[in-house]
């Protein structure tokens, strides 16, 4: 699989969960920790274990296994999960909003995921 084909595996599989506020960053020119960054939330620990849940279920039909878990112990409220060139970050809303990655790599460019997701779960 491409990277492409991957990063939309990955969107859809959190988007088909209700994922929260889906953002993709390339950061391939900002860091040695991979090329891309999905960054997404949900809506209580429970949810954001389902989302990483869903994710690594549905690359796993691809024969994809992430390199590396974090995250997924009691009180846990963000999953990381590494699948090499792509970290994907699921957090509990609040700290999302506290650790607010988005902001910490903003130079990072912003992939279009509008074909990945469906629209009636677009932001307005």
Do not use: C
């Not at 990655?101 to 990072?108: N, P």
């Amino acid at each position: 699989m491409t990277q492409q084909e991957t990063l939309a595996v990955i969107v859809k599989a959190l988007d088909s969960k209700r994922a929260e506020e889906i953002r993709v960053l390339g950061v391939e020119k900002l860091t040695i920790l991979g090329d891309y960054f999905v960054i997404a939330n949900g809506m209580s620990t429970t949810h954001t274990w389902t989302l990483a849940d869903e994710v690594e279920y549905q690359l796993s039909q691809h024969q994809i296994e992430p390199l590396h878990r974090e995250g997924r112990g009691n009180g846990s409220n963000w999953i990381v999960l590494d699948y090499g060139d792509i970290i994907v970050h699921i957090f509990y809303k609040e700290t999302r909003d506290f650790y607010q990655l988005e902001r910490l790599w903003a130079d990072g460019d912003p992939v279009d995921i509008s074909a990945w997701i469906k629209p009636d779960h677009a932001e307005a």
